[in-house]
């Protein structure tokens, strides 16, 4: 290796682990003021508590004891994961199906897909929570189809890209030895799309653990997911906060998802590349 390749290896080195280093700082700030009581955030943010701001476990203990936390965890826990789990299946069936079967109807499908992702939520968010309403789809299980449609232009992109690159012998092998259509793609094209499909489950999952705007329009405050839960529960009358509570709760949501991504991380590389350079 030439010496201005070490020096641009170095560099880009130095500066991811800058960036990561600004990602994390906000999440660590949130952590340690987790551990002070309220009137000391307010004051100093920025500093580690001492003996006299340290409150111990008591932020958690408010923001679990908060109204409605527990029962919101388990509404994000349940959309969160059937959402995921469908809109995968689903997603990767469609991308194998457009892939496969050339025709204009297949062309312009997968056009109406790729110009789903680049419309703006903010674009529609008024009209669709009508619609949303008017169809009764407003409760934690009408929100799950709401989360397919959302998010089914990404991920069949991401999937159509790695299907593209699957050996169409294989799938003719299949027929050959009398698998119909749905025990081929179950059995030989889905185990081949693993790295790709846990990759879509990763980054949906994220987004729908940690939506507010999406639950906060459909579902409102009667139905609350634990991002709008917390955002209610830590808000106190004229406009006050209970700014330690609201930053124990905070830990806690991100708990979750953080311990999903870092269990199936070495996923993600592996599909984003296969998708963007099969594709």
Same mark, same amino acid.
């Given at each position: 290796?030439?010496?201005?390749?070490?020096?641009?290896?170095?560099?880009?080195?130095?500066?991811?682990?800058?960036?990561?280093?600004?990602?994390?700082?906000?999440?660590?700030?949130?952590?340690?003021?987790?551990?002070?009581?309220?009137f000391?955030?307010?004051?100093?943010?920025?500093?580690?508590?001492?003996?006299?701001?340290?409150?111990?476990?008591?932020?958690?203990?408010?923001?679990?004891?908060?109204?409605?936390?527990? &029962?919101?965890? !388990?509404?994000?826990?349940?959309? %969160?994961?059937?959402? /995921?789990? =469908? #809109?995968?299946?689903?997603?990767?069936?469609?991308?194998?199906?457009?892939?496969?079967?050339?025709?204009?109807?297949?062309?312009?499908?997968?056009?109406?897909?790729?110009?789903?992702?680049?419309?703006?939520?903010?674009?529609?968010?008024?009209?669709m929570?009508?619609?949303?309403?008017?169809?009764?789809?407003?409760?934690p299980?009408?929100?799950?189809?709401v989360?397919?449609?959302?998010?089914?232009?990404?991920?069949?992109?991401?999937?159509?890209?790695?299907?593209?690159?699957?050996?169409?012998?294989?799938?003719?092998?299949?027929?050959?030895?009398?698998?119909?259509?749905?025990?081929?793609?179950? &059995?030989?094209? !889905?185990?081949?799309?693993?790295? %790709?499909?846990?990759? /879509?489950? =990763? #980054?949906?999952?994220?987004?729908?653990?940690?939506?507010?705007?999406?639950?906060?329009?459909?579902?409102?405050?009667?139905?609350?997911?634990?991002?709008?839960?917390?955002?209610?529960?830590?808000q106190?009358?004229?406009?006050?906060?209970?700014?330690?509570?609201?930053?124990?709760?905070?830990?806690?949501?991100?708990?979750?998802?953080?311990?999903?991504?870092?269990?199936?991380?070495?996923?993600?590389?592996?599909?984003?590349?296969?998708?963007?350079?099969?594709?």
């Amino acid at each position: 290796m030439t010496e201005r390749k070490r020096f641009i290896n170095n560099t880009l080195f130095i500066l991811m682990i800058v960036l990561a280093a600004l990602f994390l700082f906000p999440i660590l700030i949130v952590f340690i003021n987790s551990f002070k009581t309220k009137f000391s955030i307010m004051g100093s943010p920025f500093k580690l508590p001492d003996s006299k701001t340290f409150a111990g476990m008591e932020n958690y203990v408010t923001g679990i004891k908060s109204a409605g936390i527990g &029962w919101a965890f !388990f509404r994000s826990l349940f959309i %969160t994961v059937f959402s /995921v789990v =469908i #809109l995968t299946v689903l997603a990767s069936m469609t991308a194998w199906y457009l892939v496969r079967v050339k025709s204009r109807l297949t062309k312009a499908i997968y056009s109406v897909f790729i110009f789903s992702m680049i419309v703006p939520f903010q674009m529609v968010m008024y009209t669709m929570t009508y619609v949303v309403t008017k169809i009764r789809f407003n409760n934690p299980v009408g929100i799950i189809f709401v989360y397919i449609g959302f998010g089914a232009g990404l991920s069949v992109f991401m999937l159509s890209g790695f299907v593209k690159g699957i050996p169409l012998e294989l799938e003719e092998a299949a027929n050959i030895d009398g698998c119909d259509p749905v025990r081929t793609f179950f &059995w030989i094209v !889905f185990p081949i799309m693993k790295p %790709t499909a846990i990759t /879509v489950t =990763i #980054l949906n999952a994220m987004w729908i653990w940690n939506d507010y705007l999406l639950p906060y329009l459909i579902l409102g405050t009667q139905s609350k997911t634990l991002p709008v839960a917390i955002q209610i529960a830590m808000q106190g009358a004229y406009g006050s906060v209970n700014w330690g509570g609201f930053m124990a709760m905070l830990v806690l949501a991100i708990v979750p998802i953080i311990i999903f991504y870092l269990f199936c991380q070495r996923y993600i590389i592996e599909g984003v590349i296969a998708g963007a350079v099969k594709g």
